[in-house]
């Protein structure tokens, strides 16, 4: 199994919600990564875990959550988003967090604010 | 100046066309990727390179660790190669996270 799934593949939501978008890989890697990527533009790292312990936050707004609740899965809680927060939300996974390793991707969840 | 810069930014070619897209990088790496991305799709890793030359089917990548520059080929170019390519590097001694070229949108007309 050579796959990084992510579910929803979309999602809308109100300002006022609150939701959660879901990682998983069974590849046995221990660095877990979400980025944000707006329309035309690359992807924007927000946070990595290693080891399931959050090693990198880009200064990430406290609107986004996230959460390793072990090696295979990765969430990140969603409240009190705003419109400028819809984007194409990735999640990654490499064998480690530093060294020459491949990143794998998965599909994006598509997530619109209203 | 982005770290990361590539070029061209949009490329339009015909089918069977050979294509170059280029990667120039200012800071000590210890890995390149080619990366792509279809059209409102996830990422996936075509490339990953330290030293030298990898190719796998229609595809080629080349790095110069000296000159700060890699490219990558496409030979015998299909329409399902359209796509937007993005070069990211890993900085050296432990760097954590992948910097990203702004991506080169390729499209391959029939």
């Known amino acids: 199994d050579t796959e990084v799934t992510q579910t929803p593949k979309h999602l809308v939501m109100g300002m006022t919600n609150k939701k959660s978008l879901k990682c998983e890989q069974h590849?046995?890697?221990?660095?877990m990564y979400w980025y944000k990527q707006k329309a035309k533009k690359p992807p924007e790292l927000m946070f990595v875990?290693?080891?399931?312990?959050?090693?990198i936050n880009e200064s990430v707004p406290s609107r986004f959550s996230p959460e390793c609740p072990n090696s295979s899965l990765l969430n990140l809680h969603l409240h009190a988003l705003q419109p400028e927060d819809s984007a194409l939300y990735l999640c990654?996974?490499?064998?480690?967090?530093?060294?020459?390793?491949?990143?794998?991707f998965g599909p994006g969840t598509r997530l619109l604010v209203l | 100046k982005n770290e990361v810069e590539q070029s061209p930014q949009n490329l339009t070619a015909q089918e069977g066309e050979f294509i170059t897209i280029n990667c120039s990088y200012s800071?000590?790496?210890?890995?390149l990727h080619w990366l792509q991305q279809h059209p409102g799709g996830g990422i996936v890793s075509l490339f990953m390179?330290?030293?030298g030359k990898k190719k796998h089917g229609r595809l080629i990548a080349t790095i110069n660790i000296q000159e700060k520059h890699s490219s990558l080929h496409i030979t015998a170019s299909h329409p399902r190669d359209s796509a937007v390519y993005i070069c990211?590097?890993?900085?050296?001694?432990?760097?954590?996270?992948?910097?990203f070229g702004q991506g080169t949108r390729l499209t391959i007309n029939p």
């Open positions: 590849m046995g890697h221990r660095a």
């Open positions: 990211a590097v890993r900085g050296i001694q432990g760097a954590q996270k992948l910097v």
């Open positions: 800071v000590g790496i210890s890995a």
């Open positions: 990654a996974s490499s064998q480690a967090l530093a060294g020459v390793e491949t990143q794998y």
């Open positions: 875990y290693s080891y399931e312990k959050l090693s």
């Open positions: 390179l330290s030293s």
